[in-house]
């Protein structure tokens, strides 16, 4: 027996839904099998930013927020973030790839709470910084590798969580930027 118009347009529609969504889905999926990437995919060396140009950064967005408070040192330890995504071991750096060094900052600026106001602000600023001076924000088409909701839902994700899950919150991110560098191969 044939289904009929309405069932099989629905079915269809349907489809369209769930193909607009298969990276998530995907994502969701190796969540649940524990087959999140443990490391990023670029092979390129990260650009180094200074911790005075993030700064000058956190100042520019200062504008755009109505708070003395937003972007002020509490102490040294948005430097010591700085300082971590570029660190190294006998000669190997501890965070190899570009996308592990941006979910680690990304994680270490939420987390460390190094200023008074504006922390997860500032992270996802900062992470989206860091992407663009790596030439891995924008793919190849003009395509975002995050959109606006899902580094919102990223950051307060990350915020939330606990230390010790720690290594879930930077494995979610790379998995993310890894699928964006990989469709853009």
């Known amino acids: 027996m044939l289904e009929s118009p309405g069932k099989l347009d629905d079915a269809k529609a349907t489809l369209r ?7 998530g889905l995907e994502l969701l999926d190796d969540y649940d099998h524990e087959k999140l990437e443990q490391s990023g995919r670029t092979k390129q ?54 996308e592990h060094k941006a979910a680690m900052l990304l994680y270490f600026v939420v987390k460390n709470h190094s200023f008074v106001d504006g922390n997860k602000r500032i992270a996802a600023a900062l992470f989206l910084y860091f992407l663009a001076k790596n030439r891995l924000l924008v793919g190849h088409g003009g395509d975002r590798i995050i959109g606006d909701d899902g580094l919102a839902a990223l950051t307060l994700l990350i915020a939330i969580s606990r230390p010790e899950e720690k290594d879930t919150m930077v494995r979610i991110v790379l998995t993310i930027l890894n699928r964006f560098a990989k469709s853009r191969e």
Do not use: C, H, T, W
């Open 45 to 98: 060396a990260a650009v180094s930013i200074k911790v005075d140009e993030f700064l000058s950064v956190v100042e520019a967005l200062r504008r755009d927020f109505d708070s003395p408070m937003f972007g002020k040192p509490k102490d040294d330890s948005f430097v010591s973030s700085v300082r971590q995504i570029y660190q190294a071991f006998n000669g190997q750096d501890l965070y190899p790839s570009v």
């Open 17 to 23: 839904v769930l193909s607009a969504f298969a990276r």
